[in-house]
């Protein structure tokens, strides 16, 4: 019964996983760091894995075959130790704020990243890295203080770029939206980890317990 209940959450890393893998499909023009993406990758792949494997040792529980419980229960426990990795690698990723911050200001100085700002900014409803004062200050010579995609409202003549506040532009950082879904990475990780953890605990007290 435990081996059944714990390969219902194999899952959650590949949704996970799939979703963070997207986003960086978005992002990585802005950020050139593959410690995220490695992450993202390790926790699908592993959340694969498990799905498959896991009806390994729900076989092996009902007919009670040891070989494929002590095959399952090796398995689990190399998933179990990369999908921590995996897990702790997002958080480091996090860990690494100010020189993801840096890189991300520099490129919104560079014309070539404007069209993929664009993007994040209207796909992930946020405004310059911390707020929307990051473009007022680099755009000081400009009519407009921030781009269109940091508007809310779609007006054709986009008073908020000449006038942005709190109200009328996306009043969050998209650094912090990017943040969000590292420590998301990184938790799920280590959480279907323990499971995994819980999981070879069972087996193993099944495996003893068939003679």
Same mark, same amino acid.
Not at 24 to 39: H, K, N, P, R, W
Not at 107 to 124: A, G, I, S
């Given at each position: 019964?435990?081996?059944?209940?714990?390969?219902?959450?194999?899952?959650?890393?590949?949704?996970?996983?799939?979703?963070?893998?997207?986003?960086?499909?978005?992002?990585?023009?802005?950020?050139?760091?593959?410690?995220?993406?490695?992450?993202?990758? *390790?926790? #699908?792949?592993? $959340?694969?894995?498990?799905?498959? %494997?896991?009806?390994? &040792?729900? =076989?092996?529980?009902?007919?009670?075959?040891?070989?494929?419980?002590?095959?399952?229960?090796?398995?689990?426990?190399?998933?179990?130790? *990369?999908? #921590?990795?995996? $897990?702790?690698?997002?958080?480091? %990723?996090?860990?690494? &704020?100010? =020189?993801?911050?840096?890189?991300?200001?520099?490129?919104?100085?560079?014309?070539?990243?404007?069209?993929?700002?664009?993007?994040?900014?209207?796909?992930?409803?946020?405004?310059?890295?911390?707020?929307?004062?990051?473009?007022?200050?680099?755009?000081?010579?400009?009519?407009?203080?921030?781009?269109?995609?940091?508007?809310?409202?779609?007006?054709?003549?986009?008073?908020?770029?000449?006038?942005?506040?709190?109200?009328?532009?996306?009043?969050?950082?998209?650094?912090?939206?990017?943040?969000?879904?590292?420590?998301?990475?990184?938790?799920?990780?280590?959480?279907?980890?323990?499971?995994?953890?819980?999981?070879?605990?069972?087996?193993?007290?099944?495996?003893?317990?068939?003679?």
């Amino acid at each position: 019964t435990e081996i059944y209940t714990l390969s219902l959450h194999d899952a959650l890393p590949i949704f996970i996983g799939s979703i963070s893998i997207y986003d960086q499909t978005v992002f990585e023009d802005l950020i050139e760091d593959g410690l995220y993406q490695s992450a993202s990758f *390790v926790v #699908l792949g592993v $959340g694969i894995c498990l799905t498959i %494997f896991a009806f390994l &040792g729900c =076989y092996g529980a009902l007919k009670e075959v040891k070989c494929f419980l002590i095959m399952y229960i090796i398995v689990l426990l190399i998933f179990f130790v *990369v999908l #921590l990795i995996g $897990g702790l690698l997002a958080f480091v %990723f996090t860990a690494k &704020g100010e =020189y993801v911050e840096q890189h991300l200001k520099d490129t919104l100085d560079d014309l070539t990243k404007r069209e993929t700002w664009d993007v994040v900014q209207q796909m992930f409803e946020c405004c310059g890295v911390q707020n929307w004062k990051d473009w007022d200050l680099l755009l000081t010579r400009a009519m407009d203080r921030v781009p269109a995609s940091c508007c809310r409202s779609r007006e054709p003549e986009y008073s908020c770029q000449r006038y942005p506040t709190a109200l009328n532009t996306w009043d969050e950082g998209c650094l912090t939206k990017f943040r969000r879904g590292a420590h998301l990475v990184g938790a799920v990780g280590v959480v279907v980890a323990l499971m995994s953890l819980l999981g070879l605990i069972f087996s193993f007290c099944l495996f003893k317990s068939i003679k």
